[in-house]
């Protein structure tokens, strides 16, 4: 190869790189207070700051002063107290003091299990559950076996397009809260298969994940061994993912690869913006290969529902 032509994709791939590396200290830069002591509170607290929601979907924020098998009575501080039957009440739900910013709430992140697409050390709560879409065709459904367990059934389904092959795997994690909003390990993996009747088509990875942070503002670094057709990776896969809450209902979200076996880099940068509960992701995924000549971007989009009531 001319050495003229190497240069522009040297300087492109140096460029990327250092992007990344800025990225990536932005990121640490703000969350550095992810060491900080979160406040606790208690559901049975009498004065528990909540939200309830009453029948007609009307929400309203306060503390509890009274209550009983019939009746809630809040606090609120524009209203002043107020008082529900408990066969008007939707939903309860308990407050933190670092939820209330800008003047509103800022309800818990509902899908802090996963980045884009990578998991996290974050796990579902037993009972919760959601369906993830991405362009239509990949699908999976997740769901909290218990506080620490969770698995996931997922698809393509390719046999619409002329019978052809149909991936489907479970993807089954174990998640550890070493310390609560601070400190999460995930250990899991994804178990697929391309044929149920035929062999040697099995693939997957095994994976373990490392979350510094809460659910509104974390990083995660992961390790992982591919294998495809009873054949593990002669090298790890890595991958560094980060998300950040910029607006009640906005996130900021990267998600990046290292495919070992490969040499290929895999960027992603973009968003999450909450539609009552249902997460719209959207993106850019960048791949950065030897020898690419040009920028490459390929635009991602999906959502995230809930399938639980809380």
Known sequence: MNPKTQLPIRNLKENLILASFMIILLILLSIQDLFAQQPSTSASDTTQLVQIEVADGNKFIGRIVFQDQSIIRIQTEQLGILQFPRENVREIIPIRPDQIKEGGYWFENPQATRHFWAPNGYGLRKGEAYYQNVWILFNQFSVGVTNNFSVGFGLVP????????????????????????????????????????????GFGILYGMTTFGGKDKNISFGLGYGYSGGKMASHPTITMSALVRVSARGYFITENYYLGTSSLVLMSLGGRRMVNRTGIDFGLV?????????LVAIPWLGITAPLHKR
Request: without cysteine.
């Open 158 to 201: 390719a046999f619409l397009f002329a019978g052809a092959a149909t991936p489907m795997w479970i993807t089954p994690k174990f998640s550890i809260p070493v310390s609560r909003e601070k400190f999460n390990l995930g250990i899991g993996g994804l178990i697929g298969t391309s044929s149920l009747t035929e062999k040697g088509n």
């Open 286 to 294: 960048i791949p950065i290969e030897s020898g690419m000549s040009t």
